[in-house]
């Protein structure tokens, strides 16, 4: 099976899906040759819809081998007006394509570091965050939410449940 991230961060900082792996290689038991992880940096998340093709050319790529499942993975921010609307246009595009959406509130770093990073920080503090594998000081049921309730939390493990099996920690 192939898992298709689409994140927020771009490709030269590659921070958000460091963390998304990290959650995935430490909560989760799968077989690399089985399991395929390709994620596609978005460089922000208004730019979600932008990716279909590419999107379709992993999946035609896996489509001999096996599934693929899309993800798109964004931060809440706040629920301020166009946050807010472009939060809900992104879970009916899931919708309407079959994919799944992963939430951060606020951001990815608040879920798993526990504060907000500036830009210009997110790629050396991710680094160190797998480097250290800060992902062993994460609770997993802040990362197991099913809807946004509190800030600093995530749907990320209840999401990829569905997919992956979970490592007896």
Not at 11 to 20: G, L, N
Not at 25 to 46: A, D, L, Q, R, T
Not at 67 to 95: A, G, M, R
Request: net charge positive.
């Amino acid at each position: 099976m192939q898992f298709i991230f689409l994140v927020e961060s771009d490709s030269k900082s590659k921070s958000d899906y460091q963390y998304i792996y990290a959650s995935i290689n430490y909560f989760y038991s799968f077989i690399k040759g089985e399991h395929k992880f390709s994620p596609i940096y978005m460089s922000g998340k208004g730019n979600y819809n932008k990716f279909y093709n590419k999107v379709n050319i992993l999946m035609n790529k896996y489509k001999k081998t096996g599934q693929s499942v899309v993800f798109i993975c964004t931060d809440i921010d706040d629920s301020t007006n166009p946050s807010y609307e472009l939060n809900q246009d992104i879970q009916s595009y899931c919708k309407e394509k079959g994919y799944q959406y992963i939430w951060f509130n606020k951001d990815i770093e608040e879920v798993y570091l526990g504060y907000s990073v500036s830009n210009s920080d997110k790629t050396d503090v991710a680094k160190k965050f797998t480097t250290s594998q800060g992902i062993k000081n994460v609770d997993c049921r802040m990362l197991s939410k099913n809807s946004v309730t509190s800030k600093k939390t995530s749907n990320i493990l209840y999401v990829l449940d569905k997919f992956l099996n979970r490592k007896k920690l």
